[in-house]
């Protein structure tokens, strides 16, 4: 059985599918968008995820940051946020959002630095900037 929120998949949940699945229209479009993305993009790989928790998790995992290590984000956000840091074993920093946009207010983002701080996390609510 494929966990609900297992990420990332590995070997184990992909032999676990049927072979007519990993060949069906659906994945092989993926492969394809993927290749050509990467072409574009002039890298080697490129991965499509379904979910932007997964994407989030698999960027903050891509870091190599250790347990523990801080990653500054937004009080104010979608929960998700908060639980992809805590499921990667990070400890989440909470900054103030900026009154009228709801974005990351960066002056407590600088006073929230310290040499745990790996990372920043960054969304822009409703459509702000």
Known sequence: ???????????KEILALPERYLKS??????????????????????????SGRTSLLMAL???NLNRGDEVI???YTC????EVVLRA???????????????IDPTPVSKSITPKTKAIIAVHMFGYF
């Open 61 to 63: 995992r891509a870091l």
């Open 79 to 82: 929960g998700i946020v908060f």
């Open 89 to 103: 074993e990070l400890v989440p920093i909470f900054v103030d959002a900026r009154p009228g946009t709801f974005n």
């Open 25 to 50: 229209e659906a994945v092989m479009e993926v492969s394809r968008v993927e290749r050509e993305l990467a072409n574009y993009l002039s890298v080697k790989h490129v991965l499509a995820f379904d």
């Open 1 to 11: 059985m494929i966990q609900r929120f297992a990420a990332p998949i590995g070997r």
């Open 73 to 75: 984000v937004p009080a």
